[in-house]
């Protein structure tokens, strides 16, 4: 298990778009070297919906991706699911003072070794969200 934080400079009826909506899903959910096309992502938001997107990297390269949705409670939490690895994510949203969101979470299910180059990549992740609503 691994849990990140960070604070993000809109309310969590805003934030919570970041994982319910093409546009502002793509702009965080990336990998080093990679984009999101905003459409190139379909999300089903309900418990067992999908989350489908590619990334787009150098030279046409293109890695399709899927995770799932589990217990949703907007705006203030969001459970995701990958299959492989296996990895739970829930996602906690609390309001701040001043119009601001304090996002908490929080990864179950993955060995040390497979978060050794995750976790970094997760907290860059969590910057772009973070830079997004700025």
Sequence with gaps: MFTLQQ????????VVRAFTEPEPF???FLAEGFTTPSDRVTLDVRAGGLI????????????P??????????PHQVVLHFDDPAEEITVDLTEL??????LDYRSV????EQQVPIKPG???MLNHLA????
């Design 52 to 63: 489908s997107a590619v990334f787009v990297g150098e030279g046409d390269v293109e890695v």
């Design 65 to 74: 991706f899927t995770l799932r949705y589990g217990e949703l409670d907007l």
């Design 26 to 28: 793509a702009a965080w």
């Design 109 to 112: 299910g993955l060995t040390d």
């Design 131 to 134: 830079a997004y609503f700025s």
């Design 7 to 14: 604070v993000v400079d809109a309310p969590p009826a805003e």
């Design 97 to 102: 003072p001043a119009d601001k969101t304090q």
């Design 122 to 124: 997760v907290a860059t």
